[in-house]
């Protein structure tokens, strides 16, 4: 048994004197890594809710609750920062990058302490993986919120069918890597691959400079 909330405690407390030391864009980040943390511990308790009142078991809830509950926990600030401070693409994507990477690393420091820390290469494949998952995920929602602006007749839609797409993109994620040899394999390969797509896809978004003079 872990203390998840003490975890979190002890990695949040310099995180705080950081950002009260910085500035800026780098202060804006931080903060939002403290965001991703305490979404993923949020997370955790609802999913760990819905696993005892259900009787799932730990591998079905971890596949097909929680890349739902995960995915609005992160989805939630992510909104909260686009309807109160309606920033540009590019500091709606530095928030999504610092919830998404804290997320992550608070979720990698869990599963180390309760699995073991032996396997170091295993922990980084997994942590690499883990990471750019978490990142892809809510990048995708940074994505949708882009075309909503862009189209604001479609923009309700465009939010939802992205965040379906993360949660979708996470069960199968979470359903790949359950499996040992070549699933686990194909699953810890997918964040990467699905990453570029999206910077790609994100780069066409992205409005043209006007060249100077």
Known sequence: MIYSENILVCMVL???LAAVILRDKTRNFVICFIVGMITSLLGAYVSGFIDVV????????AI???P???EIMKFLPLLFVYLLFEPTDEKLVHAATGIGAGFASFENVCSMISSGT???GFLLIRGLAVGVMHIVSVFALVIGFAIARKYKVSGFTTILGALSSSMLFHAAYNLLVSEPGVSSAIGFCLPVVTAVILLASYKRLRPEKKATK
């Open 68 to 70: 739902v509950v995960e």
């Open 64 to 66: 097909y609750i929680s």
């Open 118 to 120: 032996e396997n170091l």
């Open 14 to 16: 310099p995180l705080i």
């Open 54 to 61: 259900s009787g799932y078991g730990n591998e079905t809830t």
